[in-house]
C-alpha cells in the first residue's frame, strides 16, 4: 500500500468534535485518492517548520516512513508570526533550511517529497475584490526551496486565490470558519475566521492539490482517483 504523510499546520490537520466544524485538507484528502493509498496525516494546529522539529513531530514520521510512500509539506501561516520566537522563521533563511530538513527525511528512507505553497486566506477588500496576498516571500520560499532542491510543486497559494475569486466575498464564506453565536457547541460566541476551514472549503482545496498532483509528470497522478 502507497501511503501520503503529511506534515503540516491546522489548514491540513485532521480535527476532532471538540473543533467542529473545522476540517483539515488532510482529514478529508482520501477522497481523492485511490483505494491502496493510505494517508498519514501528523499536521497539527499552529505548528510551523520550526515548532513542528523542536517538537520532535517529525521524528514519528521518520521512524515509519519508507522506500515508496510521500511526504507533503505544507507550511507557511505560523513561520510568518514574528512576534513569537518560538515559531517565526525568516522566509529565505530558516523557514528553506527547515523545508530542507523534511525534504532530506523523505529521501534518506527513499521516500518522495511534495512541496505545498500555504492556502491562501480569505482577504477579501471592502470594495470585494481579492486583497495582494498574505504570504508573500513565504510563497516565493516554497518555490525557490522547491526548484534548488528539485521537489515537486503544489502550488496551492495561486490555485486558492484564483477559486476565492471565482467565488468571490460572499460564495467562499462557506468555505471558512464563518459561524453564528451558538450554530455549534464548540464556538457559543460564534466565530469569524477567515483562516480554517470547513469541511465544503477543506474537499475544496484538497481538490486542487489533487488536481495539482496529477499535473505533475510521473507517478503522483497515479495516487488520485482516475475520474478526478
Known amino acids: 500500500m502507497k501511503r501520503i504523510f503529511w506534515?503540516?499546520?491546522?489548514?491540513?490537520?485532521?480535527?476532532?468534535?471538540?473543533t467542529y466544524p473545522?476540517?483539515?485538507i488532510g482529514q478529508v484528502f482520501s477522497l481523492y485518492i485511490k483505494?491502496?493509498?493510505r494517508i498519514c496525516n501528523y499536521a497539527k494546529n499552529g505548528r510551523s517548520t520550526k515548532s513542528f522539529l523542536d517538537e520532535g513531530r517529525l521524528k514519528p514520521i521518520e521512524e515509519q516512513i519508507k522506500e515508496g510512500d510521500y511526504l507533503f509539506i505544507q507550511f507557511g501561516h505560523n513561520?510568518?508570526?514574528?512576534?513569537?520566537p518560538a515559531r517565526y522563521t525568516e522566509p529565505f533563511g530558516a523557514y528553506s533550511g527547515n523545508l530542507k530538513i523534511f525534504i532530506n527525511t523523505a529521501r534518506t528512507h527513499g521516500a518522495k517529497p511534495v512541496l505545498i505553497t500555504p492556502l491562501e486566506r480569505r482577504c477579501f477588500?471592502?470594495?470585494?475584490r481579492l486583497g495582494p496576498g498574505a504570504h508573500g516571500d513565504y510563497v516565493a520560499a516554497v518555490k525557490r526551496t522547491a526548484m534548488e532542491a528539485d521537489v515537486p510543486l503544489i502550488d496551492l497559494?495561486?490555485?486558492?486565490?484564483?477559486?476565492?475569486?471565482?467565488?468571490?466575498?460572499?460564495?467562499?464564506?462557506?468555505w471558512f470558519m464563518h459561524l453564528a453565536p451558538a450554530e455549534y457547541a464548540a464556538y457559543p460566541e460564534?466565530?469569524?475566521?477567515?483562516?480554517h476551514l470547513r469541511y465544503e472549503g477543506a474537499v475544496c482545496f484538497a481538490g486542487l492539490i489533487a488536481r495539482g498532483l496529477k499535473e505533475l509528470s510521473g507517478e503522483y497522478g497515479e495516487l488520485i482517483l482516475e475520474k478526478w
Open 22 to 24: 473545522q476540517t483539515g
Open 79 to 84: 513561520d510568518e508570526k514574528i512576534q513569537d
Open 125 to 128: 477588500t471592502e470594495d470585494g
Open 35 to 37: 483505494e491502496d493509498v
Open 190 to 195: 460564534g466565530k469569524e475566521d477567515n483562516t
Open 157 to 174: 497559494y495561486t490555485q486558492s486565490r484564483a477559486a476565492m475569486e471565482n467565488a468571490g466575498p460572499q460564495g467562499s464564506l462557506k
Open 7 to 18: 506534515a503540516g499546520d491546522s489548514t491540513v490537520q485532521t480535527n476532532d468534535i471538540t
